[in-house]
Each structure stands twice: as C-alpha cells, then as structure tokens.
C-alpha cells in the first residue's frame, strides 16, 4: 500500500509564494501518475495539477501561470511550486496517485494533507 505525505505548507500574504512537498512511500515501483488536490473549508475536494509518468501537466484554469508541478522519480517525490498565492488558494491541499487514464482522480488513500492559508 502507498502512502503519501505533505509537507511545506503555511501561512503567507496575497503575491507570496509557497513549495508544497509530496513523498511517497510503500508497495510501488515507480511512482505513478500523480496529481495535487485542495479542499477548502465547507467545500468538495478539488483537483488542482497532475503530472504523468512521462511528465505530461495538466492545470486547473484557475492556477495556470501560478501553480507549477513536477517530481523525482528518484525520489518518489512531487511537489507544487505556488507563485502569486490568492486568498482563494486557501486550503489543505493533499497530492495522490491517479486513477487509471484521468487527470482529476485520486485512486490512492489520502494523506493529511498540508495547511496553505493566504491572508494579510
């Protein structure tokens, strides 16, 4: 079983920039495609970035230009570069493995998660 964990959250003012962190761990041989998710207080979970085995990104539209995606395939780890950060980016944003020929799927258990709050 693969398990994920979050790291590098926190607070930080409209325009600031933040690194959240991913590592995977558990029965995998490569990392899988992977994907960045967020939940907002009293919202859905919603997808955010994916990244594929060959390093194919895939953006919601409200991140492009802000938000980049990458990983380590060394490291089993993929990690979400936020620039430009919105109040409305406020969330605990979580990252998992995706399902089978999506973009927008989490098929993996889901981590903690790690805080990002935008205020002044």
């Known amino acids: 079983q693969v398990q994920f964990v979050e790291s590098g959250g926190g607070l930080v003012q409209p325009g600031g920039s933040l690194r959240l962190s991913c590592a995977a761990s558990g029965s995998m041989f490569t990392l899988p495609d992977m994907g960045w998710f967020r939940q907002a207080p009293g919202k859905e979970r919603e997808w955010v970035a994916a990244?594929?085995?060959?390093?194919?990104?895939k953006y919601r539209d409200s991140v492009k230009g802000r938000f980049t995606i990458s990983r380590d395939n060394v490291k089993s780890s993929v990690y979400l570069q936020m620039t430009d950060l919105k109040a409305e980016d406020t969330a605990v944003y979580y990252c998992?493995?995706?399902?089978?020929?999506?973009?927008?799927?989490?098929?993996?258990?889901w981590g903690q998660g790690t805080q990002v709050t935008v205020s002044l």
């Open positions: 990244i594929s085995r060959t390093g194919t990104l």
């Open positions: 998992n493995s995706l399902g089978a020929g999506t973009w927008d799927l989490g098929a993996g258990t």
